[in-house]
């Protein structure tokens, strides 16, 4: 919850609007509705006695702040009704404590994204799928405010100097803000929720990959082969590493580098990284980079990055090369091929003159796996290809696919299509048996792979291995027969 900011700044302080409330298809109701809202709480906080605030503890002054806005939306003219006045008092406690109009968004757990596209304007992606609220704020102004007070929690402030700001709150959801004159639309706000953590079960059930491919990746992370995970904007990405990292061994020393941490890690033995921008003089920033070289000072056993999107590159793959194994990354890129050259890119990014056979060299030999996702039309997620990286040929890659997604069409809106194994059995199983862990031959025979349907008595708790999963999976099917 955020601390109590009674600030002045943005909000209008002007008499209560006394309007009869009968005109609601003037002007639409939600609208009016922020408005007399945006009245009664500046009115609130011209009438609390700010020195006061600090001596008192954080539920009496919540309950003091209730009472009074309750005090004051009971004098309102307007005709609203008992339940209308009780979410006007509900919502002014969301402006001075939380995200405003956005805090019923906020807890509703099945929102993942919150998309505010100027005043007027809030989306959400549920389900993977986006759709528009009726959710709206007072003007330009009050929106800033809940952008600033955001923005306070990570001590920056938003404004024509410096217009863009990555945040987070305290959640975990991330947050970035926008405004004028960057954006033409007003302030621009969107929220990454954190609110639901998928696991590698509720990717199994939702289809995102059957059990056989992420019995691959479980023991490909376990035997410590180095993995790139590419995809395009919200593909799940990010959402794979976590579930990935959960299979890391717990007697490892993990390092994490991000930009803004997402990463929820499990084990016992983590260093969270996270950059720095710069300050408003321009100093101080602390790039991926540093970090990644940093890092390797700190007797890591495995690096993870969050997003690799420069230089840092290069010195990832150095990591990689010489006994970092099992480090992991994902990419934004919209297929295999296309991750691999955009690594080249961002290695020649470090300032470096090297031949592009070197480079890739390079990466050949430091990645081993590319899990290739996509977000598909209507809003599944899957992992379109796992392929390995074999090295070169002459100046070009050989990279193998172990298993791919084929979409055979839409229904209903929604892409659907089979997963397959192609047959082509991996060169890094060797590796895998040789960590002792057991993957049968037949795992990579030629054939449509069967996926989860989703069994009525499963519970979304969390397995720790594919086993105790299919264990359970197996029991839920016969105890449902
Ligand atoms: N396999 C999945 N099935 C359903 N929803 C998913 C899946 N993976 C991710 N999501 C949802 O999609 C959204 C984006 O996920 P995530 O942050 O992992 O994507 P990303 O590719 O890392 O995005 P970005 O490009 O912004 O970094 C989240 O709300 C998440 O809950
Ligand atoms: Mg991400």
């Known amino acids: 919850m955020f601390d109590a900011i009674f600030s002045r700044r943005g909000m209008p302080s002007k008499p209560l609007n006394s309007r009869p409330a009968d005109d609601r298809d003037g002007e639409s109701f939600a609208l009016r509705f922020q408005k007399l809202k945006a009245q009664i709480h500046s009115q609130l906080v011209e009438m609390i006695d700010i020195s006061k605030l600090s001596h008192w503890k954080p539920d009496r002054l919540k309950r003091e702040v209730r009472t009074l ?3 004051l939306v009971q004098a309102v003219p307007e005709t609203l009704n008992q339940l209308e006045r009780e979410r006007l008092v509900e919502e002014i406690m969301h402006e001075v404590f939380g995200l405003g109009p956005l805090e019923v968004l906020m807890n509703d757990p099945t ?6 596209n100027g005043p007027r304007t809030v989306y959400i992606e549920r389900f993977g799928r986006l759709e528009p609220t009726n959710i709206v704020f007072a003007d330009d102004a009050h929106l800033m405010q809940i952008i600033q007070r955001i923005s306070a929690r990570v001590g920056r402030r938003v404004d024509e100097m410096s217009p863009m700001v990555d945040a987070r709150l305290p959640d975990g959801s991330r947050v970035n803000a926008i405004v004028p004159p960057l954006s033409l639309e007003g302030p621009v706000l969107s929220i990454r929720r954190f609110g639901i ?14 059990k056989d491919v992420l019995r691959l990746l479980q023991a490909a992370v376990e035997a410590r082969l180095s993995m790139l995970i590419s995809g395009g904007t919200g593909s799940g990405k990010t959402t794979l590493l976590n579930v990935l990292s959960r299979f890391i061994p717990h007697d490892e020393r993990l390092v994490t580098i991000e930009d803004s941490a997402e990463l929820q890690l499990q084990q016992p033995h983590v260093v969270k990284l996270e950059t720095r921008p710069a300050n408003l003089e ?12 940093n890092s390797l000072r700190m007797r890591p056993d495995r ?7 420069g230089p840092e590159a290069l010195d990832m793959l150095q990591a990689m090369n010489t006994g970092h194994e099992g480090s992991l990354t994902t990419i934004h890129a919209n297929d ?15 300032g470096f003159e090297m031949p592009v056979t070197v480079i890739r060299q390079y990466i050949a030999s430091a990645i081993t796996l590319v899990i290739q996702l996509a977000r598909l039309k209507g809003g599944p997620r899957k992992v379109m290809r796992v392929s390995e990286i074999l090295g070169l040929k002459g100046k070009k890659y050989v990279v193998k696919d172990i298993f791919r997604f084929e979409q055979l069409g839409v229904r209903d809106g929604v892409a659907v299509g089979e997963f397959r194994a192609t047959g082509y059995v991996p060169r890094c199983l060797t590796r895998i048996r040789m960590a002792g862990i057991d993957l049968p031959d037949d795992l990579f025979a030629q054939r449509v792979l069967s996926v989860e349907e989703a069994p009525s008595t499963l519970s979304l708790s969390s397995w720790d291995s594919i086993d105790e999963m299919e264990s359970s999976l197996t029991q839920a099917s016969s105890a449902e027969s």
Do not use: F, H, K, W
């Open 197 to 210: 953590r998928l696991t590698a079960e509720d990717l199994l059930v939702n289809g995102t990959m059957p």
């Open 303 to 309: 690096i993870i990055i969050g997003e690799v999107r």
């Open 69 to 71: 806005a309750s005090r």
């Open 111 to 116: 929102i993942s994204d919150i998309l505010v």
């Open 282 to 293: 321009g100093v101080g920033e602390v790039r991926q980079r540093d970090l990644v070289r």
């Open 336 to 350: 295999t091929r296309d991750a691999l050259s955009r690594l080249e890119t961002m290695v020649t990014m470090a």
